[in-house]
């Protein structure tokens, strides 16, 4: 066969399903076949293979198989999904489009919005940085995050400020420079150089947008280096319990015998506990618990004729079974903090402060009652000691704010409730006050309250000061009066009383928006780790248009935003009102839209 005649072939294949030998089609199938879409009707078809390509991370090529294409043509005759490369161009107009939607939508918002940053290897050992952002849309009443950057930052020395130079473009990028209130980043020497080159790089009227006292620690981390000294005193036991595992699992025969002995063991088949993350505390403490529940088959199959020859460096004595047993007991605590902090839909800043002691004091009771042969003795001063070190990061001003502002918080008279109050006395007369006093005052309505309120806190004329120490201490007195169950949506509780506490409702808006770690960062890194599998010549600028792309299409979603169902319509209505310099500075302000004006030329 001639190429000529293999290439009509191929063609005859992709674009109309017709193969060589193809059967002779009746009438109405040969009707079928030929229809032509209207030409909107392919619009929408297109942009749904695109977004769908995206949401999945799937591969572009996926809609020249043939089972796609098959798919396709079952669920709506006549429509032919487009070329592998035609899929990659919709996806960086897609990027385009929302992205510009981001920036409409983030003028309208009146919040401040903060931002986490956490670093990435990607398997050509890359460098990446996602940054996200965070902060609470009053028109929804939803606390919010989506991606703003994935960038790609050169290792070595001076990352810090490179890390902080791209964080400062992007967010000056996207009209966000001047609303960014706080920064979350970890311990590494190169992250706090970042945000504190943020901090100092960002101004407005000669002062700082992001005041050092709001260049914050990760809790989570926090957490993660004081357990890193306990995990490491049963670092051996763990060793061979890794090697035990993995073992088992790379083998077919091993798993069956292991299933087998668990259904004599245990009366029921169980595959071997996957190994754990050893950088995650709760991935490990997640795998010992299983192999505690599992330990007479562990045992039984590391003595097996089958296995022990393969097993024996890996056996584990009793006294390793004994201290794993003592470290997931200790472990089940900062477990549950840690998950409950990394939570990105609820307030959780506010709850750090509490968090951290509660860790301290737990360490402590820990301490005191266990017994004298528990291995975890020994590694406690060492958890304390991190939590001392880091205990001014975590109670910081921020967290004290946010901490007040949660109505689930007793506001007991002490120290502590007189520093927080002073606190925001002066957050209201340096930002809130003029924004509460300026609103069109409201109608005056028959309320029980308003001699408590409305005519301090709501009058122009009245001084801000009274107006926020009226409002303090209506708060307080409400809040220990009727203090929020654990359950309950900070968010909504906020909006029910926005009219109540104008100045602290607003306050409120900022702070409690505020993460506690930098773990939504982190999910960002986890989801980049599956976009990448077997895609790893996928080039740095088409990774991040997807990756923010599959962002900001939940985010949209989440606000219940229509996202333009005709992505070359709508690209070309938004780069019609950009001349060629405006086109050009986006380019070279922005890898993917010059990578997207390359495709097109």
Excluded at 148 to 161: Q, V
Excluded at 548 to 567: E, H
Aim: with cysteine; charged share 25%.
């Amino acid at each position: 066969m001639s190429s000529s005649t293999g290439t009509i072939l191929k063609h005859l294949k992709q674009k109309h399903g017709i193969t060589e030998g193809h059967v002779k089609t009746t009438s109405r199938q040969t009707l079928i076949t030929s229809t032509t879409l209207p030409s909107h009707r392919v619009a929408i078809n297109d942009a749904a293979v695109v977004m769908y390509v995206v949401r999945r991370g799937d591969v572009h090529t996926l809609s020249e198989e043939d089972s796609f294409r098959e798919y396709s043509r079952t669920l709506c005759p006549g429509f032919e999904p487009k070329s592998a490369r035609t899929i990659k161009r919709g996806i960086l107009k897609l990027y385009f489009i929302l992205r510009s939607m981001l920036m409409e939508y983030f003028a309208t918002v009146p919040s401040k919005v903060s931002t986490t940053f956490d670093g990435w290897s990607n398997p050509k050992l890359q460098g990446l940085y996602p940054v996200t952002l965070h902060w609470i849309d009053t028109s929804v009443g939803l606390l919010l995050t989506c991606l703003l950057d994935f960038t790609y930052i050169d290792p070595g020395k001076g990352a810090g400020k490179r890390i902080g130079t791209a964080i400062c473009e992007r967010l000056s990028d996207f009209q966000i420079d001047d609303k960014i209130l706080a920064v979350v980043n970890d311990n590494g020497s190169d992250a706090i150089a970042a945000a504190e080159y943020v901090s100092s790089t960002m101004t407005a009227s000669g002062h700082r947008i992001v005041e050092p006292r709001n260049l914050l620690r990760c809790a989570k981390h926090t957490l993660q280096l004081g357990i890193k000294s306990a995990v490491d005193v049963v670092e051996p036991a763990l060793t061979r319990l890794r090697g035990l595992l993995s073992t088992v699992r790379v083998s077919k025969v091993r798993r069956a015998v292991f299933r087998s002995v668990c259904k004599g063991l245990l009366d029921k088949e169980f595959e071997p506990p996957c190994t754990d993350c050893r950088t995650r505390f709760n991935s490990t403490h997640i795998m010992i618990k299983q192999c505690i529940a599992l330990q007479p088959a562990l045992d039984m199959i590391a003595k097996h004729a089958q296995c022990k020859a393969d097993l024996a460096d890996y056996r584990l004595t009793d006294d390793d079974w004994l201290h794993l047993h003592h470290v997931t007991s200790f472990l089940e605590l900062p477990a549950r903090l840690t998950t409950f902090l990394g939570g990105d839909s609820y307030p959780t800043l506010s709850v750090a402060v509490r968090a951290n002691e509660k860790m301290i004091s737990h360490c402590r009771q820990f301490l005191e009652t266990c017994e004298r042969d528990n291995v975890m003795r020994d590694a406690i001063p060492s958890i304390l000691d991190y939590h001392r070190k880091y205990e001014p990061h975590l109670n910081s001003d921020a967290a004290l704010v946010s901490m007040f502002l949660d109505p689930r918080n007793a506001k007991t008279e002490g120290p502590l409730l007189t520093k927080t109050k002073t606190l925001i006395v002066k957050l209201d007369l340096l930002t809130y006050s003029a924004l509460s006093d300026a609103e069109e005052e409201p109608p005056a309505e028959a309320d029980t309250d308003d001699d408590l309120w409305n005519d301090g806190g709501y009058s122009a004329e009245a001084t801000s000061l009274e107006g926020i120490d009226k409002e303090l201490s209506l708060f307080v007195a409400t809040v220990n009066e009727n203090m929020q169950p654990r359950q309950a949506d900070v968010i909504s509780w906020w909006h029910s009383n926005r009219k109540k506490y104008r100045r602290l409702y607003a306050m409120a808006m900022d702070y409690l928006a505020i993460p506690a770690t930098f773990i939504p960062s982190e999910r960002a890194n986890s989801a980049a780790g599956r976009a990448y599998d077997g895609r790893e010549s996928l080039a740095s600028p088409m990774f991040k248009a997807e990756m923010c792309c599959r962002s900001w299409l939940d985010l949209f979603r989440k606000l219940k935003v229509a996202v333009p169902d005709d992505l070359n319509a709508a690209f070309r209505a938004r780069m019609d009102k950009l001349d060629a310099d405006q086109q050009r500075d986006l380019a070279d302000n922005d890898d993917v839209i010059d990578l997207l004006l390359k495709e097109l030329e």
